[in-house]
T-cell receptor, first 118, second 111 residues
Framework: GAVVSQHPSWVICKSGTSVKIECRSL??????MFWYRQFPKQSLMLMAT?????????EQGVEKDKFLINHASLTLSTLTVTSAHPEDSSFYIC??????????????FGPGTRLTVL | GENVEQHPSTLSVQEGDSAVIKCTYS??????FPWYKQELGKRPQLIID?????GEKKDQRIAVTLNKTAKHFSLHITETQPEDSAVYFC??????????FGKGTSLLVTP
């Protein structure tokens, strides 16, 4: 149980285009999902907290108009990188918490999406 | 907000030796302290976690200790094996909040 998927696993796009990344909880409901970004040889940095049915909460320094987050259901959150540039190239990872809180604070991570912007 | 410091950034041990990674946190309201192992290009994998009502937890070769007063927690790996080589992250969080990660420790276990 507690499986989180992400799609796509990798994507290469041209500068200026938009890319959508999906995060799904497959066998549990997640009222809260988190989006992290990880640059090479660095730690995971929280970008935003995504709450089902409400607006996402963004961390300081993360542009909400550039990184659009939608959490329309209890099993799906999407991150859209708009007008992507080479500096947005990174490893994007989502995580989800079980809405029933059966695992306490534990978060379940998706496999990540490698974004390369040319 | 929460600030998690992790040391050392790199650690090299010989197979069979023990490895210890230490973290400190700043938010006294944090109550959940997981440790993750991450291999290149893959998701973080939870290897052990501890909650603030417990001082120590062990799972085979892996143990975690927590000192709430000093706000630090440590990961201990005994009888290390080459397959333990990876990047290890500590994290801390308040109930219901996102995880705050340390900067990571690159562990190398040499045969």
């Amino acid at each position: 149980g507690a499986v989180v998927s992400q799609h796509p696993s990798w994507v290469i796009c041209k500068s200026g285009t938009s890319v959508k990344i999906e995060c799904r909880s497959l066998d549990f409901q997640a009222t809260t999902m988190f989006w992290y970004r990880q640059f090479p040889k660095q730690s995971l940095m929280l970008m935003a907290t995504s709450n089902e049915g409400s607006k996402a909460t963004y961390e300081q320094g993360v542009e909400k108009d550039k990184f659009l987050i939608n959490h329309a259901s209890l099993t799906l959150s999407t991150l859209t990188v708009t007008s992507a540039h080479p500096e947005d190239s990174s490893f994007y990872i989502c995580s989800a918490r079980d809405a029933r809180g059966r695992a306490g604070n534990e978060q379940f991570f998706g496999p990540g999406t490698r974004l390369t912007v040319l | 907000g929460e600030n998690v410091e992790q040391h050392p950034s790199t650690l090299s041990v010989q197979e069979g030796d023990s490895a210890v990674i230490k973290c400190t946190y700043s938010d006294s309201a944090s109550n959940y302290f997981p440790w993750y192992k991450q291999e290149l290009g893959k998701r973080p994998q939870l290897i052990i976690d501890i909650r603030s009502n417990v001082g120590e937890k062990k799972d085979q070769r892996i143990a975690v200790t927590l000192n709430k007063t000093a706000k630090h927690f440590s990961l201990h790996i005994t009888e290390t094996q080459p397959e333990d080589s990876a990047v290890y992250f500590c994290a801390a969080s308040r109930p219901g909040y996102a995880l705050n990660f340390g900067k990571g420790t690159s562990l190398l276990v040499t045969p």
